[in-house]
């Protein structure tokens, strides 16, 4: 049910270092992106991946991880992802970044990446210009998200926000605690 698997989906930020992907793998994630709306239907984002650990090495320091948390900032040495993805939008096609084919596109491979056991993250907190050198692109397409990815190693769990508190938090044992709005509070009244 795709209730299921938007609650296991959750934002993992620790990865079993064992569990490698191959470019079949994270390609077939990205396919998915071609059946999901978009705008106009102009289509305007790209993919660059990577897989391999050294490229995945080479990502890592570009990338901010959980602001809201202070100490022990996830991931754990030897816990990092195992693979990325990287949006891009392409300038030609679309002069600013369309935020909303981002977010559908980006949704889809964490949902897909989800029904294959696969965790991930998304990161918007990215040095764009880093990113742009690493990967070699034109001077049309520009980085927005990266999408980290992994087998979980990690316990997360959901909580009912209280006093509209939303702030994500780990305790003692690591596991990680996302509070979510409860429905009456995200409703607003019909029309009068
Ligand atoms: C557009 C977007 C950008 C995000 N950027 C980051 C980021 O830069 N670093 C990070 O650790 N998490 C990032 N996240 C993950 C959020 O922190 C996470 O979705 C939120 O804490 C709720 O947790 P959940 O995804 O498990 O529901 C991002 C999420 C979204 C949707």
């Not at 992106?33 to 990502?59: G, L, W």
């Not at 991931?75 to 002069?95: K, R, S």
Request: charged content about 25%; hydrophobic content about 40%; overall charge neutral.
């Amino acid at each position: 049910m795709l209730l299921d698997l938007l609650m296991k989906a959750r934002s993992y930020r620790n990865f079993d270092p064992a569990v490698r992907y191959t470019d079949e793998d994270i390609k077939a994630l990205i396919n998915l992106c071609r059946f999901a709306p978009s705008s106009v239907n102009r289509q305007p984002i790209r993919f660059a991946y990577a897989t391999k650990k050294e490229d995945c090495d080479r990502i890592f320091p570009y990338l901010g991880w959980a602001a809201k948390i202070k100490e022990n900032k996830p991931p754990f040495p030897g816990n990092e992802p195992t693979a990325y993805i990287l949006m891009c939008y392409d300038t030609n096609l679309t002069p600013n970044s369309p935020d909303a084919d981002v977010g559908i596109y980006a949704q889809t491979i964490v949902l897909g990446a989800m029904e294959k056991g696969i965790g991930a993250c998304m990161l918007g907190s990215i040095d764009k210009p880093a990113l742009a050198e690493l990967f070699t692109l034109p001077e049309n397409i520009k980085p927005r998200l990266v999408i980290a990815l992994g087998a979980p190693n990690e316990k997360i769990v959901l909580t009912e926000a209280k006093d509209g508190q939303t702030d994500y938090y780990r305790d003692k044992e690591n596991t990680h605690y996302v509070p979510k709005l409860p429905l009456n509070e995200i409703l607003l009244p019909g029309i009068k």
